[in-house]
């Protein structure tokens, strides 16, 4: 079991920036992976960014390339979204999520055993 504890969520304006931040704990791996989703009112869950434990690996969305960046910190077991530039439309709730396998695709959400709580994140314009 991996347990996820996501902060760092809030109210800003169009422009702005935001930090989350993911703490995991329990049975970590070599093979874990941490990844961001983000799940909007009636729409569906998304795939923000992703990196690997070793750091070999990192995916964006289309959507926040450039503006978005996902980071871990080892020795905190811990896993970052600093979130620039950031539009109305980023609103959502942020979910951490982790896999302790190896998959190829960790753009999947459904390949992720274990998710965080969310923290809401609101834009305004």
């Known amino acids: 079991q991996v347990q996820l504890v996501e902060s760092g969520g809030g109210l800003v304006q169009a422009g702005g920036s935001l930090r989350l931040s993911c703490a995991a704990s329990g049975r970590t791996s070599s093979n874990l992976a941490l990844g961001w989703f983000r799940q909007a009112p009636g729409k569906e869950r998304e795939f923000v960014a992703a990196?690997?434990?070793?750091?070999?690996?990192?995916n964006y969305a289309g959507s926040v390339k450039g503006r978005f960046t996902i980071s871990r910190d080892s020795a905190k077991y811990s896993v970052y979204l600093q979130m620039n530039s950031l539009k109305p439309e980023d609103s959502a709730v942020y979910y951490c999520a982790a896999v302790t396998q190896y998959h190829p695709d960790l753009t999947d959400g459904r390949y992720y055993p274990y998710w965080g709580q969310g923290t809401q994140v609101t834009v305004s314009s």
């Open positions: 990196v690997t434990w070793s750091g070999t690996r990192t």
